[in-house]
T-cell receptor, first 114, second 112 residues
Framework: KAGVTQTPRYLIKTRGQQVTLSCSPI?????VSWYQQTPGQGLQFLFE???????NKGNFPGRFSGRQFSNSRSEMNVSTLELGDSALYLC?????????????FGPGTRLLVL | EDQVTQSPEALRLQEGESSSLNCSYT??????LFWYRQDPGKGPEFLFT???AGEEKEKERLKATLTKKESFLHITAPKPEDSATYLC?????????????FGKGTLLTVNP
């Protein structure tokens, strides 16, 4: 079974621009969660989508948004980029049918904001 | 608020020298405690899920245990390829909560 895939793997943007990241979950999984990883803060939860609906949301500003499509693929958008948005963005997938089930992570997208 | 604290932050071992990593947690109702391994530049790789105090799971040289307040990841006779950052995360109960709260990780280096 193919794992979680994320595109692109690397991105360089400048302050004020916007960016869209993509995540394709494991086949059959309907839940996609997004996390931001930085050296200072570690892994922090952004939001989770299940069947095209946002179920959970972390404590990030409104510049961070997401959506999920009918095929369970998900996109994350960050508008008006700031230097502090430089991070590794990870998505994770699971069936989404039971709390406590394992989430499987993709390789991440490394975003650098100049 | 859910909290996860991992110690030590970094650990250097000689090949074959066994040790343990600690993960202390505070959560309002534990749905699951997860251990992941992360290599530089890669996404976290799933290792174990523990659900209740007293539970233990093993995989090769790794063994994870769980109490009501903490979890330990025991590494027996480590090899250089076990070098990585080990992450602990918890999921709390309550509604449809799929959020994982992570600790900062333990960077393990195993020298040959």
């Amino acid at each position: 079974k193919a794992g979680v895939t994320q595109t692109p793997r690397y991105l360089i943007k400048t302050r004020g621009q916007q960016v869209t990241l993509s995540c394709s979950p494991i086949s059959g999984h309907r839940s996609v969660s997004w996390y931001q990883q930085t050296p200072g803060q570690g892994l922090q939860f952004l939001f989770e989508y299940f069947s095209e609906t946002q179920r959970n949301k972390g404590n990030f500003p409104g510049r961070f948004s997401g959506r999920q499509f009918s095929n369970s693929r998900s996109e994350m958008n960050v508008s008006t980029l700031e230097l502090g948005d430089s991070a590794l963005y990870l998505c994770a997938s699971s069936s989404g049918l039971a709390e406590g089930e394992t989430q499987y992570f993709g390789p991440g997208t490394r975003l650098l904001v100049l | 608020e859910d909290q996860v604290t991992q110690s030590p932050e970094a650990l250097r071992l000689q090949e074959g020298e066994s040790s343990s990593l600690n993960c202390s947690y505070t959560v309002s109702g534990l749905r699951g405690l997860f251990w992941y391994r992360q290599d530089p530049g890669k996404g976290p790789e799933f290792l174990f899920t523990l659900y209740s105090a007293g539970e233990e799971k093993e995989k090769e040289r790794l063994k994870a245990t769980l109490t009501k307040k903490e979890s330990f990841l025991h590494i027996t006779a480590p090899k250089p390829e076990d070098s990585a950052t080990y992450l602990c995360a918890v999921q709390a109960s309550g509604g449809s909560n799929y959020k994982l709260t992570f600790g900062k990780g333990t960077l393990l280096t195993v020298n040959p």
